[in-house]
Each structure stands twice: as C-alpha cells, then as structure tokens.
C-alpha cells in the first residue's frame, strides 16, 4: 500500500475563458472541477497505475466532503481527519487567445493543535498497513515547519519509506530526517542551496551533498528538459521524449508517483528512473492534472533516454 | 410568509486582490464566501427586515449544499428541489488599486424533465401557505422560457401574489400571466420594449402601457438615480438619498424585499415605494450583498424623496 499525504488539499476549477481581461463579467459554460493538492494527484496517478492508495491529511468542510467523495469515486481509500476550517479553493483561469494562465489559490484553513494530533495519531495507525508514504505539497497554517521532519522520522521508525516533495523551510527540515527521497525543481533547489544554481555542474554537485546527508534519492525535475536524479553512487540525467504538450501542472506529481510504483514493483534503478520520468511525461499529455494513460506510459518508456552524469 | 423563488442559486466567492493582471498567480487570504442569486438576496434582506420566509428553487451537489446550509443558518425555511446537476459558483475578484471587478459565472446545471415537473408540484404546495411569491434572476438550462409565465398564473389561481423580476423572454412571457409587479432595470426594459428609451417621458410612456396590459405594478430601477414606480393610476419618481456607496450589487432585490415586506404589512402605495427604496439604499451602504441594517432602513425612509409624475 501507498499512503500519499496531503496536508492542504484543494478543489481545483478551470475555467476556460478567451481574451481573458480584467473588469469583465464572463459567463462560463466550460467550467472542469477536480479535487487537487500534490499529494492527491500522486494518488490519482498512482491508483491509475494500478497501485492500492490510501490518501491522508487535512479535509475541512463542503470542499473537503467533495473531496473525500470524489477520491472514493477513484477508488482511493482515505483516511483523512477532519478539521472545522473549509478546504481551499484554487481557480485558474485558461485563455487560449492570449496563452494566459491566471490562478487564484486561496491560502486555505487553519489547523488546530488538536487536529494536528489526531493526524500524528492517524498517521501512525496508517503506516502499520502503508510500505512507502509519499508527503507533498504546501502546508497549512497552524502546522510547524518540521512536520514533515518529524513525519519522516516516524516513518523510518516504523519501516516505512518516506517520499516528501517539499519547498522552503518545510523541506530543509525534512531532509534533516533523511527521507529516502525529495524532488524539489530547480527553483526549489536553489532555495535550499542559498544560491543560483548556474549549470548543471552544480546541481549534480548540490543533489550529491544532499544525498551525503543521508537521503537515498534526490530527484531534481526540469520541466521540460527531464530530471536529474542523484544516488550517493550514481547520477543520471533523465531526458522527457518529445511530445506534444497539452498541460503539464501534476507532472512532477506523476513522476514521484511513477518512483513509489516502481519501488512497490522492485524495479531496479534504472527501470525506475524510466517509468516515473515516462509517467511524468504522460501526465503532461493529458487535460486533467494527474491523469495518465497506462499504454501510453509504457509507449513512452522506451523512448526516455538515460544519460549517466556520474 | 413571503416565498422567494430562485431556479439558479450561486455560491458567490469574492476575493481582493491588489493590482490584479491576467497570467499571474495569486495566493489569497481575503476570500469572502457567500450565498447569491437575486431570489436568494431577496430571501436575506426581507429576513433581515423581519419576514417569515420561505426559500426555493433547483439546488444540486456540494454547492447546493452549502446554500442550503446556509440559509437555515439565517433563519430562513428552504424547500428547494434536489437536482442531479451542480449548483453554479460565482467569482468576483476585486481590485482595490485599479478598481476593477472581474467576475466569472458559470451557467449552472441542467434541469430534468422529472425535476421541473417535481419543482411545479413542491411550487404548489407552497403557495398553500405563501402570501408573495418572489421569483427573481436567471433560469437553468432545461427550464422553459414560459417558466415564469406558468407560475404567475398558478400563483394567482390560488390567490398568492406573484412579483417577478426577470429579463428577456423570460419576463416577457410571465407579462402575459399579468404579475402584480416586475422590477425591469433600464436595459431590460430596453431589451422588452425593443428600442432605446431616450429619456424619462419614454419610461414612463412604456411602464405604463404594461400596466395596462394587467400588470399592477413597475418598477424600472435606475441605479444610483433611484427607480420609476408606475401604476394605473400614478406614476412615481422616488429618489435615492445621497450616500456614501459601499456595494451597490443587490440592491434592486433589496428592493423588491422591501416592496414585499411593505405589501405584508399593510403600508399604502406613497409608503411602501419610500420603503423598498430605503431598503436598496441600505444595501448599498453595506460590503455584504443582501444586508441590511434596519436601523439605518429607518433613518433613510424619512429621506427618500417621492416626486409624482402622472
């Protein structure tokens, strides 16, 4: 079983409107509603990857009922605590005239000390029945800057593979707990690092002093161009076949997915460094953020090119 | 008991957001969530002004939900019909640096066959113990053109007296039913007499002849300017006092509010035209839409000024 974490989920709408503009009132018929958060389309992908999930973290009022519904209709199990504050709301707001793209992420609700442990509590039943627990995305307010740190701990303490795609203080607290895998892009990484990152020089260098501290598998996503993916002996660059891009929000998601499920299919290194850069890719092929399509994940698998850095 | 009909109910969302541009993201912590659609404003402020009202209409899905939550919350009784469809969200996001409102609407659901016909009989049920029946706004798809027309005349056939505001075909076949009152704004009446209306001899020349088509009462509101009243008999300008505009959104159905309330409690023509316009006025001193501070209805009814032009 995979458990993906997702402390602030989101019910996600799209609007598609052209020539978008400010100070206009739009009537919208094409309107597409998903539940969202990163550690949800983690669970999406992977459940569409035939793997068994169960999806944790914060749910708060009728944005959180949807949720929780639209999940279950996914045929993911959950185990979410409830808290009194609403799940956020994000809105985007497509326009294919102007090749626009304006969000609108509400910060979300805030945590009460005792919903946070009632989720520790949560948590630790879930990871007797869990092999890999996958944390991502942002964190709502209320919740401390280690949560993460202290989420991998219990993890490792019970035998369980911790995956956390992190940002921010969030994730320099995490890696301090040496989670067996984090992904932060490249803007992430620099973050992290303090400084800019001018070449891929120096993101191998940064990801291998990342991996000396004690973390298994960092994966550095590049959009586009693939991902560099580093292990205390070996780094690889993991080139994205070319494709025809249609959106690629979640793919990064897709990826993380594609790495928990090649790990529960005890693919070796390779293979699974393949699998989670074609899953990302096939997510990137899709309208709706963390869907893939099986066939064409493993159509473009044999068309990922592996390149060793190191 | 005043019954407010509303076919297309909204979750209104409102979010402030300084210097709003297109292809941006925005995270945001001023989100203000709200329950809308002109019958569910009219259902606010004329609870607010201390009516016994009664709520209906077509709701669905989590949205549906909430209103329905929300307004037992305020008092209000609701018998809305179920829906299979998904209530529709409203997005207002206001600028306070450009000043500008964008807003985006979607549609709303689909109405059945089956859920109309079970609306038609929920709708007679009703007007068993109504007095008014208010029905206000935009209709669903599914819902036919004659909607209004049809209710008009199953209200009146049991004695309740049907006041409607709408636009389009819509209002001009509930005309023929021969509503106690519409509450047409300048363009609407426009779009129902088919030509521009230049000036005040115009509106008065055309709310009059739909008098005389058996239509007891017009209202033609004019914004900040206040509202023509007309009636077989007389024909009104009232006058909105000066005041400082906070939100000028539903105060056309606090309007209509205060018409209804005023109808319940006996008041004559002069008073009950001051007191809607008191009331519209109230609103729009107010951020929240469908608000009133009756204290402050009162201050204003001895300010609205009644000029009589026929």
Redesign the interface.
Known sequence: MITTVTLNPAVD?S?I?ND??????????D?T?TVGGKGINVAKTASILGEKINATGFLGG??G??IK?ELVKLGISTSFVSIKG?SR?F?A?I?PI?K????????GPFVTKSELTTFIKEYIKILKYSKIIIASGSVPKGVPKTIYRDMVKIAKDNKVIPIIDASGKYLEEAIKAKPYMIKPNIQELRDLVGYGLKNEFEIVHESRYICKQGVELVVISLGSEGAIFATQEKVFKVKTPNIKLVNAVGSGDALVAGIATAMIRNYCLEEMLKYSVACGTANALEKEIGYVDRKKVEQLYNKVELLRLV
């Open positions: 709408r609007y409107i978008f503009k400010p100070d206009n009132k739009y009537r919208v018929n309107v509603v009728l944005s009922d949807y519904r609403e709301n809105t707001i326009d102007n626009t793209e304006t969000t609108v992420n509400e910060e």
